[in-house]
């Protein structure tokens, strides 16, 4: 398993580089015309930008569904704990509401939580699959990114090679571990081990997908999320008065996806702002009105999500002292 101290500086490198992000935004962007943005910004938006953005979790839960064989966890319960491991993911470091997703799903279920966590996993590779290959397609539809095509076809080949082997581990399922396995024999023991069960977790999640029609099922959810995406996007891009065309819109959702997955504080403070102003000012968009675009974009998700998953906590009857200690989650 990884040690404590590993956790204990994976953690403090996420910190470090979410407050240099931040600098770097503060430093180098007009927090003043920032402010005016915030001023001159159209809020009778913010309620449809919110029903949206409840959509899009819903939708999330019910794709979730997908990587289970019956009986299906039922799609209130998904709801909750997705709610829960987002809320999770602001207030703790390194993505921990992931475990406590996997964990109040397992209990209110009871299921196994090792297939739930497969679940996750299979869930995250598939959206990096998908974000990667979207900002292919980007890579070639803006002029100013020319000079990145040919980084576009290594991240093109990568993907493939990835997909083939994504595909040929699902047909072949276990009997692909063992080879794996020897091919990194020459790593630590303890590290060999973890390689073994998250490949087993992992091979575990696909088994639902190997069936045409809910891999069929999952991909067609996915495309309706990054509709619901883009739209919250827009229709907020309206309220701050910027002209994103849908092509920029998805531009800026795909740099907050990639900038997600950098290490980072709790609520994915700074790097959100960082790839998001960057992404902005990309296609045009001025510094200080990109700073004030992103910040209230990225307040308005981490609320709605934050107060959706304190409702469910309620309603899973885990209190604040519980779920601060964390540990409480995993002991249920």
């Not at 207030?91 to 996750?120: N, S, T």
């Not at 090679?161 to 047909?171: E, H, M, N, P």
């Not at 009997?175 to 020459?186: G, H, Q």
């Not at 630590?188 to 190997?210: A, H, K, Q, W, Y």
């Amino acid at each position: 398993m990884i040690s404590r101290r590993h956790r204990f500086i994976g953690t403090g490198l996420g910190i470090i580089m979410s407050m240099a992000m931040l600098a770097w935004v503060i430093s180098r962007l007009d927090c003043g015309e920032a402010l005016r943005t915030l001023r001159k910004a159209e809020y009778e938006y913010i309620f449809p930008v919110v029903v949206i953005m409840v959509f899009d979790f819903l939708l999330r839960a019910i794709r979730w569904g997908s990587l289970f064989d019956y009986p299906y966890p039922t799609v209130g319960n998904r709801f909750v704990a997705l709610m829960i491991g987002y809320l999770g993911n602001n207030v703790f470091p390194a993505r921990a509401g992931q475990i406590a997703r996997v964990y109040v799903l397992g209990h209110r279920e009871k299921v196994g939580k090792g297939a739930v966590l497969a679940g996750v996993m299979v869930e995250h590779a598939i959206d990096l699959a998908v974000i990667v290959m979207l900002s292919f397609l980007v890579l070639f539809s803006y002029p100013k990114f020319t000079r990145f095509r040919e980084a576009g076809f290594i991240l093109a080949f990568t993907i493939f090679a990835g997909l083939f082997s994504f595909t040929a581990v699902s047909i072949t399922g276990r009997k692909t571990i063992p080879i794996i396995v020897r091919l990194v024999r020459f790593l630590p023991e303890n590290i060999v081990f973890l390689i073994r069960n998250v490949l087993e977790d992992f091979i575990t999640g696909l088994s639902s997908l190997r069936r045409a029609s809910k891999l069929f099922q999952f991909l067609s959810w996915t495309a309706f999320i990054w509709i619901t995406e883009l739209a919250t996007v827009l229709l907020m891009a309206r309220a701050f008065h910027l002209n994103l065309s849908m092509l920029d819109g998805l531009l800026f959702i795909l740099a907050v996806g990639l900038g997600t997955m950098v290490p980072s504080s709790p609520g994915y403070v700074g790097t959100y702002e960082f790839f998001a102003t960057n992404a902005l000012m990309t296609v045009g968009i001025g510094g200080g009105a990109a700073l004030g675009f992103a910040f209230s974009l990225h307040a308005l998700m981490f609320l709605t999500q934050s107060l959706l998953g304190i409702g469910c906590m309620a309603r899973c009857g885990i209190d604040a002292y519980r779920f601060f200690a964390f540990r409480a989650l995993a002991n249920e």
